[in-house]
Every structure is written in C-alpha cells, then in structure tokens.
C-alpha cells in the first residue's frame, strides 16, 4: 500500500458591490460574512478526512469599480492511498 500525506486547499471568495465604498468601509460591511464564514468552516471535516480545516489566509484581493472581492482560503490535511 502506498501512503501519502496531502494538503488540499479550498477557497471562499465574498463579492459585494461596494457603490462608492472605500476598502475600510467594504470591510466593515462585509465584516460579518467574514466571521460566519470563519466560523463554520474552520475545524470542521468531513467524516472520512485526517485533518480538519484550518485559516491559510484572509484579505481583500480587489476593489474594481463596482465590486469589493475578499478571499478567505482554508487547507486540510488528508491521506492520498494506492492500494496495489
């Protein structure tokens, strides 16, 4: 059997049109999805995962004209098997 750890990422990107918005204001608005987001995924994993998931990352990745974009990115530990 061959057995390999893995990291798998996932990631949540959040839009909402920011008419006018400066980026701290947009945080501000978008502030609770964050933490829902946050809430409901970190430390959870499926029933047949190793790991659980954990925060890599969280920012703002764009705030074009009409629209404010915050990434949150999560990885989760699991085992890749080949059984021969």
Known sequence: MFVQTVEESVSVLLSMR???????????DIAPQITAVLAAVCGWAPEEVSGVFKLVRAGPVSLADTT?????????????RITP
């Open 68 to 80: 404010f974009t915050y990434v949150i990115e999560f990885s989760i530990t699991d085992q890749f």
């Open 18 to 28: 920011n008419a006018g918005r400066t980026g701290d204001k947009a945080l501000v």
